[in-house]
């Protein structure tokens, strides 16, 4: 009974041991290198990977609170890889930081509560799993902590998420009132469509467009994402808003599935908007981390592109799209990260001449780029091809031919950034940098998601074989 | 044969290349894999008559392997005789690409990494069967344009890479929407949703969804061989590029439209295709004829070669057009035709801009004395390019003729005429060019002191040269060859 508990809940129990654990190296007497901190959470947290990939067999626990399946299992393991990653590429950052160990405490609270989020299995616990994460996530973005942008993206962060809180709690107490549950099961039993029940939903629907920075809900993002440190804006725009996609493509296939007719209209209506707005602002913008952050909000409309498919495919080319989409963006956001690091400057005329001094990052750069911007062979091609095939299973072929043609608009902010690393010049460009250890094996990480990942077909595959759809 | 080993080949010399660290290694290792390369594609001539002799039929040495199963995507590879030819074209130009090289001197590895990354998706492309591929093909061979252009390049480059790179991505988006729809439009009786083209090619299309899907197709593909009035990435991209760039564009590139339009607009949506047969030559000859007049403008070399390929390119399009099973002939053979001439014209123009720095016509002169087999391959090009008869400019454009007009109808003859007609412009501002630039007295006094062709240069142009002078005198192996239904 216990062993069967506790194997089902592998993966939250591992990340709440290094909780605790850092926990009482903080109030214990002795003090540690900060070194010895980060090797230890980035091994724990490579064990949890590898953790990921034990099969085990499904399971309800809490009376049908916390539901765990191989699905729930591999996208938790996305997200795990995720956050190692990011924690490998914070390494130069975090180890002169006084306050590292509060970092991972905040940041592996947030990833917990994602978990939770995910496997999920009634209203309360969603609820409590998405606030978990929320709450910590806003003291993260806070974490530079002498900058007064840092603190101010922090407050318009947690205010924003205090209201898409609020509509969503709003909405949750709605849809008890209409179907007198709060479990996903029964919900999906109870809902007729009534007027009720679509007010409901559209509440609950707007909770989570906030937290998936689709438009109209976006204003937050750009400010957000520019004022955090790097390494939380990364954070935020792949882990949290991947964990909340796995969540949100769940309800809608399971819970709200006799909602389809209606939802499928809104979502399109959705994506179209996240594609056209996040495209058009992400072309002026002259800050890396700005622009980064506007296509983050138009890569959302990708995804709810793909969403809108409703089938197994689309279950699967969602998933697949984030696996892809963390090695790519993590890709961009850690040299955007490092350089910021080393030498402080983030905006794109700063990378003129980059090619010239550092090739190797200018390559890594260049590739997460095109991957982005969904150019074969990367991995982001086929990412973006499967999600608007999904999309297109509708027949809705206008939608798609925006879509696409929305891909030909990102291209042209991507290829800016190319442009100044490889065919622009500076009297001062940045200099030869040299990349420790362990921000290197990030890179290689990635790098090697981006290339390989869509040559090998079985990838996809499996994640079709676990996936969802009607 | 294995055809992968042809998409693989320029790989991996790539990765060789990559790792080469003698100074100027990377430009011999690149020679080696190309001429490898060259040897590969006769050798699959070969094998493919050897097959053909023996009577086989529909696509030869044919590979299939399972890609996304779920999705029933595969990886599939075959030729018949138009991609037979397509791909000996590109190993030619590559060969004489690389040698036009030689002297790439910042970033050389880089240089040819990207042109023979370039050159797989072009592989690639030409041997796929299955339409998922055939996009993946297609789409590599964007961005390394974008790079070659925009870093090697000359004049406004990274507007032109801009230019280029967005307008060529917004064609395969139209493809992308068009292959979506004939992928859904394969179910049914037939099976599941596909994108192998033979089982495609097989089902006939719901004629609703040809009608819907043809056009995008088309445009898409028609975006990448100039289709009016999506031609002006054209004269921009060709005149920024670096000599191998603009080679492998105008005499490559631009074929990827011409041979998606034909193998699968046209050949997997046939009621489409006759209903918009018009419009599309409505099109293409505007193309030809405006592309004349505008080439008659030009003074800068490149731009007159640039602006004479949309014209040319338009006699593809008119070719694949009149749906005559001659015109389409002739229009493969223009392909080819065209992918060879245009090719030695920038690479005479390159050789010129080398010495004498300059591509503006009135400020060249008399080239003809001081470096004379230079002066005498840009004859060349430039009678092929007028349609000399003995040059494969002549066979292509008189098969596209003939088979236009056999489309009876006031129209067509219209149009076959103004195309005829275009010859005579063609004829006008090649003349002038080489009027005015190879003969005449010598302009500068500077330009004395000018060398010819070295070894190299020689080498690409004679390459170049022998494949338009066997075209032009035997055309028959090629029309066999290609020998279309």
Known sequence: ?470 | MNLSLLVLMPLITAIVVLFSRREGGARWVSLTGVTVQLLLSFGLLILYWKERAAGSMGMLFEYRHVWFKPLNIWYHVGVDGISVAMILLTAVVMVAAVLVSWRVQSWDKEFFVLLLFLSAGAYGFFLSLDLFTLFFFLEISVIPKFLLIGIWGSGKKEYSAMKLALMLMGGSALVFVGLLGVYYNTGGAAGPYTFDWPVIAQVHLPVEAQRRFFPLLFVGFGIFTALFPFHTWVPDGHSSAPTAASMFLAGISMKLGGYGCLRVAVSLMPIAAREYSPVIILLATIAIVYGAFATMMQKDLKYINAYSSISHCGFILLGIGMLTRTAVMGAVMQMISHGLMTALFFAAIGMIYDRTHTRLVERLGGLLKIMPFISTIFVIAGLCSLGLPGLSGFVAEVTVFMGSWQRTGEAYRIATILACASIVITAVYILRATGQSIMGPVKDQQYYGLADATWNEKLAAVILGAGIIAIGVAPFWLSDLLNIK
């Not at chain 1, 994602?114 to 009634?122: C, D, E, H, K, T």
């Not at chain 1, 209201?163 to 849809?175: D, E, M, R, T």
């Not at chain 1, 498919?309 to 699967?316: M, Y």
């Open chain 1, 1 to 470: 009974m216990w062993a069967d508990t506790i194997l089902s809940l592998r993966q939250e129990l591992l990340v709440a041991v290094i909780i605790f654990l850092l926990l009482f190296i903080k109030v214990g007497a002795a003090a540690y290198r900060t070194e010895v901190i980060l090797h230890l959470v980035n091994l724990l947290l490579l064990v949890n990977f590898a953790l990921g990939f034990w099969e085990y067999r499904d399971s309800i626990l809490f009376n049908g609170m916390f539901h765990t399946n191989k699905l729930l299992v591999l996208e938790k393991n996305i997200l795990n890889l995720g956050t190692l990653i990011i924690s490998l590429q914070a390494y130069s950052w975090l180890k002169d930081h006084r306050q590292a160990t509060e970092f991972y405490i905040l940041l592996l609270s947030t990833l917990m509560g994602f978990f939770f989020m995910i496997s999920s299995g009634n209203l309360l616990m969603f609820y409590l799993g998405l606030e978990l994460s929320t709450i910590p996530l806003t003291a993260l973005s806070s974490f530079d902590l002498e900058k007064r942008q840092s603190s101010e993206a922090a407050m318009k962060f947690i205010l924003s998420s205090a209201f898409s809180s609020g509509l969503l709690l709003f909405g949750i107490s709605l849809l008890y009132g209409a179907t007198g549950t709060l479990s996903f099961d029964i919900i999906a039993q109870r809902l007729d469509g009534s007027a009720f029940q679509l007010f409901a939903f559209i509440l609950i629907l707007s909770g989570f467009a906030f937290k998936i920075s689709a438009v109209p809900f976006h204003l937050w993002t750009a400010d957000v994402y520019e004022g955090s440190p790097i390494t939380v804006t990364a954070y935020l725009s792949v882990i949290s808003k991947g964990a909340v996609f796995f969540i949100f493509i769940q309800t809608l296939y399971t819970v709200f599935k006799p909602m389809a007719g209606n939802w499928y209209r809104i979502l399109v209506l959705l994506s179209v908007l996240t594609m056209v707005t996040g495209n058009l602002f992400a072309l002026r913008q002259n800050k890396l981390k700005r622009l980064l952050a506007f296509s983050s909000i138009a890569q959302s409309g990708f995804i709810l592109a793909g969403i809108t498919g409703s089938s197994r495919a689309g279950d699967a080319s969602v998933i697949y799209f984030i696996l892809v989409y963390i090695f790519s963006n993590l890709g961009a956001f850690g040299v955007v990260s490092f350089i910021s690091t080393q030498t402080g400057r983030e905006s794109i005329d700063d990378y003129k001449g980059l090619y010239a001094t550092n090739p190797l990052l200018s390559w890594i750069m260049a590739l997460s780029l095109f991957s982005l911007a969904g150019i074969p062979p990367t991995a982001g091609f086929f990412g973006k091809f499967f999600l608007l095939m999904a999309g297109a299973g509708k027949g809705n072929y206008v939608f798609i031919g925006i879509a696409a043609l929305n891909m030909v608009i990102s291209l042209y902010y991507y290829l800016r950034v190319i442009k100044a690393i490889f065919m622009d010049s500076q009297p001062q460009p940045i200099g030869k940098l040299k990349i420790p250890l362990l921000p290197n094996i990030a890179f290689l990480v990635c790098l090697g998601g981006i290339v390989v990942m869509g040559l090998m077909g079985w990838v996809y595959d499996y994640i079709y074989s676990l996936s969802i759809g009607f």
